[in-house]
C-alpha cells in the first residue's frame, strides 16, 4: 500500500476505496443490531450516525453505545460521525455541544476516527488536535447539500481542511449538471496529485453522482459510503454491489498498469 493509514489492519488510501456503512438506527438496540448485521458482511468500516440515535443529548449514553459498538467492531474501522442539520444532518446543534460530544468520544477509547464539520467549529484545528490526544483519527468534513461549488473553491476547501491537522479530509457536494460531478473528480485528482499519500473522501451526491461513489481508485477518494438498508446520504448504493464494482476495477487497473 502506498501512503495512507491502517486502522485493524485495514486500509485508508493508495489502493482500492475502503467501503463505508452508516447505522441510522434510533434505538440503541436498533444500532447494535444492525451493527452486527454490517460487519457479518465483511465492511471496512462502519459509520455511526450519532444524531440519528434518539439519547445523542446524553453523553453517558453516547458512551455507552460507543462501548457497546466497539465490541462489535473489533476488526472493523469504527467511524462517529455527528451530522449536523446545517449539513445535513438530524439535529441542531452549538458549537459547544459539538465540540463536547466530540471529545467525549474520544476520550472514551472506543472509537477510531471522529467526523470533524469543519465549518461549525470556531478552532476546528484545536478540536482536532484535542482529539489526537486520545490516539483517535479526525476526518475533517465540509458537505454542500444544494449545489457544488467552483473547481478552484472545491480544491481550496479540501486543503483547508486538510490544514486543520486531520488525517482524512472530506468533501460532499451536490450536483445540478453532470458536469459537476467532473468538476469534483478534476478537484479530486488535483489535489491527490499533489499528495498522494494524504487520504481524501470525495462523493458527488444523488443519482447523478453515482459515478463519484465507484470511480475512486481512479480519480483519489479513497473511502465509499454504501448502503445495507437505509441510506444517510442520496446516491448510496448497495455495499455488495459496490464492492464488487470496486473489485472489478481494481482487477483491471492491476491488470493494466500493475498498481
Given amino acids: 500500500m502506498a501512503g495512507g493509514i491502517i486502522i485493524k489492519g485495514r486500509g485508508i488510501g493508495g489502493g482500492k476505496p475502503a467501503i463505508c456503512v452508516p447505522v441510522t ?12 448485521e454490517i460487519v457479518g458482511r465483511g465492511t471496512d468500516m462502519l459509520e455511526w450516525r450519532m444524531d440519528f440515535f434518539e439519547g445523542v443529548r446524553d453523553l453517558g449514553q453516547v458512551r455507552q453505545t460507543l462501548e457497546g459498538l466497539s465490541g462489535i467492531c473489533e476488526d472493523t474501522i469504527l467511524l462517529g460521525t455527528f451530522r449536523s442539520r446545517r449539513q445535513g444532518g438530524e439535529w441542531a446543534i452549538t458549537a459547544e455541544d459539538y465540540e463536547k460530544l466530540l471529545l467525549e468520544a474520544a476520550k472514551s477509547g472506543c472509537v477510531d476516527i471522529l467526523d470533524v464539520e469543519a465549518a461549525e467549529l470556531p478552532d476546528a484545528a484545536g478540536t482536532v488536535a484535542r482529539i489526537h490526544r486520545h490516539s483517535v483519527l479526525a476526518a ?85 459510503f454504501a448502503t445495507i438498508g437505509k441510506a444517510s446520504a442520496p446516491g448510496q448504493l448497495p455495499m455488495e454491489d459496490v464492492a464488487r464494482i470496486l473489485g472489478q476495477i481494481s482487477e483491471s487497473m492491476e491488470e493494466k498498469y500493475g498498481e
Fill in 140 to 224: 475533517a468534513s465540509q458537505h454542500y447539500f444544494s449545489h457544488t461549488p467552483e473547481t478552484a473553491r472545491m480544491e481550496e476547501e479540501l486543503a483547508a481542511l486538510k490544514r486543520t491537522g486531520a488525517d482524512i479530509a472530506k468533501l460532499a457536494v451536490m450536483p445540478q449538471k453532470n458536469t459537476d460531478v467532473l468538476r469534483l473528480l478534476e478537484a479530486t485528482a488535483h489535489m491527490k496529485e499533489q499528495d498522494p499519500s494524504y487520504p481524501l473522501i470525495t462523493m458527488a451526491m444523488g443519482g447523478m453522482g453515482i459515478v463519484s461513489r465507484i470511480s475512486g481508485q481512479v480519480f483519489g477518494s479513497d473511502v465509499t
Fill in 25 to 36: 438506527e434510533k434505538s440503541r438496540e436498533g444500532i447494535f443490531g444492525a451493527a452486527r
